[in-house]
């Protein structure tokens, strides 16, 4: 019985396999289709697909750190015989012997905007190098502070897993600012004296607000906040006014997004690094097409092990030494 | 004859004297003096509200100690209530469907939903705020008739029912949403009224925000309409045993559909109060608030088998999570072990639940 199911199940993956030799298949697969980020994503992955006359499947899942459902969507991918995964990975580490699966089945596997770990468990990653996008707010914030000596910094994260878009962002900015970060790829290590703490986010204004709060509560002296993201800082934003601390705090960020971009416009945050998820779709979409017709697969940028996308530090106070544009140019290429 | 008689009923009487010194009492309960742990558990039984209030002061206490003056400050104190705020309104929708026996997983997901409408109407649409506010109310009102509907009328349990509207609420509200929030100046701009709760009352160094006050009026008047009136006795007892509360003539599907759309008004109002709490309206928020409402109503001591707890008792749930939180992240405890803490709570709580119905009554 059992290998009569994976006889048909075989002869069903063939048989798909053989449909899609003529029609080149690709799979989009985000980690949620609600945060705009992965919106635009999948904006950029359908146009080009489009334009290059590719079949283009989309999945999803749930929310954020939702495994199961992008394993599952892998072996559809499988399945239907696509030439190319294009995936976020809700776990970096979680989902890389799933995809060694697909990368073993022929598919070609490139990771967008969150690497895998190890790096290598995908063909090729195209992502915002998070590290730099960090970097760059940290380096302005130290600009811009009187004296980075007497900073006293709150680190507003994502989540207790410590996956890697998380840590990159926060130890690039710590290292921006002129922290000794010790072990690159973990949060919180850090025994600075300058750093009030660490608290998660879930990258909403909810989380923001909250772990602004607890922060402030452990010290209500901080006058620098590092987030996620522009939604946690958002929150953050309100924590602070809601005690009458919002002049006392600079907040930078990372993402590029049009409401956050909107908030540095406002004044609400102070500087942001903004990355270009459409830029990583349509990029990846060449790439598996490439790879359909000349089995040739993408190669890292210099000195990375991943293919940069780019990033840019946008402020409206921008400091000797750090090329930065202004809001009203970031609003242009903002996404969501 | 006449001799006869009374000599043998002077030989019964005689023969019956031993009765005088013999037990005379028909039937009694069993004499056996309560034992301390015993008198324990019926005084819990008799009021199952005095768990969480030992726990809580019981917490706030210890957290004092441990972390002094930065845990035990008005301030502190105060902003616990901000933060358990929202889920503590959620709470008190929650406990009503738990007192019918029933489980809600879809209350956050309405709440959300509301918030979003109610900001794209008053935001985006320019209907004024007041009136975006009716529609939000009314729309959650309508939200948990439907869920109230499915469970009467079509008999679906409660779980699933509302395993399925959660998902059917929150991909409504991303999709009415965009997923994208509305930001906090936005909303200053267009209708500041709906972040009204997020004001603060400063006294002293205390911040009591509009959004706290407003649970504390939430669970005194449910509070009020569960003890003092008809409806209240009824809910209770269709909780208890819906077929008893069936023959003594209570109309247990009106009382049962009153219930959800009472928690879902509830929802609709906690909307509005999240709108000042988050500052923004944010699609993404409370995705969590479901079951964190679960484990507020849980602790705070009201049966999941239905018909026995106080409201109050989730008010102090709530406020037992949020004092955890607070007191473990002062002491510097890693948020990992902050969400361990709370998955023993729920243990225990239950737990406890368990070997107070042991009592007979």
């Known amino acids: 019985m059992k290998t009569l199911f994976a006889g048909t199940a075989l002869a069903l993956v063939l048989g798909a396999g053989a449909v899609s030799a003529a029609e080149t298949t690709a799979c989009l697969i985000t980690k949620t289709d609600t945060n705009p980020f992965f919106v635009k994503m999948k904006e950029g992955a359908g146009a080009k697909a489009k334009e290059l006359g590719l079949t283009l499947n989309t999945y999803a899942g749930k929310l954020d750190g939702d495994v199961e459902t992008q394993v599952a969507a892998v072996e559809s991918c499988i399945a239907a015989g696509a030439k190319g995964i294009l995936i976020t990975p ?219 996308t780019g990033v840019e530090l946008v402020t409206d106070q921008p400091v000797e030494g750090i090329p930065s544009i202004t809001s009203k140019e970031a609003l242009e290429k903002c996404w969501g | 004859m006449s001799e006869t008689i009374p000599s043998t009923r002077r030989a019964a009487q005689e023969f019956e004297t031993v009765i005088d010194g013999a037990d005379r009492r028909v039937a009694a309960f069993d004499p056996h003096r309560r034992g301390p742990v015993e008198k324990l558990q019926h005084a819990l039984h008799s009021n199952p509200t005095l768990v969480p209030v030992i726990v809580l002061l019981g917490a706030v206490a210890v957290f004092g100690v441990i972390s002094g003056s930065k845990f035990f400050s008005a301030f502190n104190l105060t902003l616990i209530m901000q933060q358990v705020s929202i889920i503590g309104i959620l709470a008190a929708a929650q406990s009503l469907i738990v007192l019918t026996a029933g489980i809600d997983l879809s209350v956050a997901a309405i709440m959300v939903l509301m918030s979003v409408i109610a900001g794209n109407l008053a935001v985006f649409s320019g209907v004024p705020a007041p009136l975006a506010l009716i529609v939000a109310f009314a729309g959650g009102a309508l939200a948990g008739m439907f869920n109230g509907f ?71 008047v449910l509070w009020y309409m569960l003890n003092k009136t008809a409806w209240g006795r009824h809910v209770y007892a269709v909780g208890d045993d819906a077929e008893a509360a069936e023959l003594a003539g209570i109309r247990t599907r009106r009382t049962l559909m009153s219930v959800y759309a009472l928690a879902g008004l509830i929802c609709g109002i906690a909307a509005w109060a999240s709108i000042g709490r988050v500052g923004s309206i944010s699609p993404q928020a409370f995705y969590e608030g479901n079951l964190q409402s679960i484990t507020a109503v849980v602790i705070g001591g009201i049966s999941l088998f239905g018909g026995r707890g106080s409201i109050l008792g989730a008010l102090f749930g709530a406020l037992i999570v949020g004092v955890f939180q607070s007191g473990l992240r002062l002491a510097g405890v890693d948020v990992l072990w902050q969400v361990f803490a709370i998955g023993w709570l729920i243990i225990i709580a239950v737990a406890i639940d368990q070997w107070i119905r042991k009592v007979s009554a």
């Open chain 2, 150 to 220: 499915l469970v009467t009328r079509v008999k679906l349990p409660p779980f699933i029912t509302t395993l399925g509207t959660w998902s059917i609420f929150f991909a409504l509200n991303l999709w009415l949403s965009g997923a994208q929030s509305i930001r906090s100046q936005d909303i200053d701009a267009e209708a500041p009224l709906l972040k009204v709760f997020g004001e603060t009352i400063a006294i002293g160094s205390a911040r009591i925000t509009w959004g706290s006050i407003l649970m504390v009026v939430v669970f005194l």
């Open chain 1, 90 to 308: 809700s776990d970096s580490r979680a989902l890389a012997p799933v995809v060694g699966k697909a990368r073993e089945a022929g598919v070609l596997v490139i990771a967008l905007d969150t690497p895998f770990e190890p790096i290598e468990a995908a063909d090729a990653t195209f992502a915002t190098d998070n590290f730099l996008a960090g970097e760059l707010i940290g380096q302005w914030a130290a600009a811009k502070m009187e004296d980075p000596a007497d900073a006293r910094i709150a680190l507003l994260d994502l989540n207790p897993s410590q996956i890697s878009v998380d840590y990159l962002r926060d130890n690039g900015f710590l290292k921006g600012f002129g922290v000794d970060i010790k072990d690159p790829t973990k949060m919180g290590d850090e025994d600075d004296p300058r750093i009030v703490g660490n608290d998660v986010t879930n990258g909403n204004e909810e989380g923001g607000r909250t772990a602004m709060e607890n922060l402030l509560q452990k010290d209500p002296g901080v006058n620098l906040v590092y987030t996620i993201n522009e939604p946690a800082a958002a929150g953050a934003f309100e924590a602070l006014k809601a005690v009458g601390l919002e002049e006392q705090a600079l907040i930078v960020s990372v993402d590029g997004g049009c409401p956050g971009v909107q908030n540095v416009e406002a004044g609400v945050i102070g500087a942001t690094s903004m990355q270009f998820p459409l830029k990583m779709a349509s990029m990846g979409i060449e790439a598996i097409k490439a790879y359909a017709e000349t089995g040739e697969k993408p190669k890292a940028s210099e000195g990375l092990d991943f293919t940069n």
